[in-house]
Nanobody, 120 residues
Framework: QVQLVESGGGLVQAGGSLRLSCAASGFVFSMNVMGWYRQASGKQRELAASITSGDSTNYADSVKGRFTISRDNAKNTVYLQMNSLKPEDTAVYYC??????????????WGQGAQVTVSS
């Protein structure tokens, strides 16, 4: 049974930083591309960042240069360091494994997400 548990969200002023964590279980974490998706109110969920099993990373243009994704395979955990936050980064952030061909989430089950709110 796949379980994804996000943590680390909160309220921060514009220009501030937050670090999100996601503990995963129920699948072979080390062999999968992992990603952070985000969903702002009234908008579709989008892939913000992803990291391969070999630690190659990819970012949406909107977060490039500000966000850093990393992983610890020994802990089955993926992280998202978010710096220089902007109000438009306000969203619920979710982690999931990523289908490398489509960038869609691999698993249909999602965690509770981490709410990130950036005030101006």
């Amino acid at each position: 049974q796949v379980q994804l548990v996000e943590s680390g969200g909160g309220l921060v002023q514009a220009g501030g930083s937050l670090r999100l964590s996601c503990a995963a279980s129920g699948f072979v974490f080390s062999m999968n591309v992992m990603g952070w998706y985000r969903q702002a109110s009234g908008k579709q969920r989008e892939l913000a960042a992803s990291i391969t099993s070999g630690d190659s990373t990819n970012y949406a243009d909107s977060v490039k240069g500000r966000f850093t994704i990393s992983r610890d395979n020994a802990k089955n955990t993926v992280y998202l360091q978010m710096n220089s936050l902007k109000p438009e980064d306000t969203a619920v952030y979710y982690c999931n494994a990523v289908d490398p061909w489509t960038t869609r989430a691999l698993f249909g089950s999602w965690g509770q997400g981490a709410q990130v709110t950036v005030s101006s």
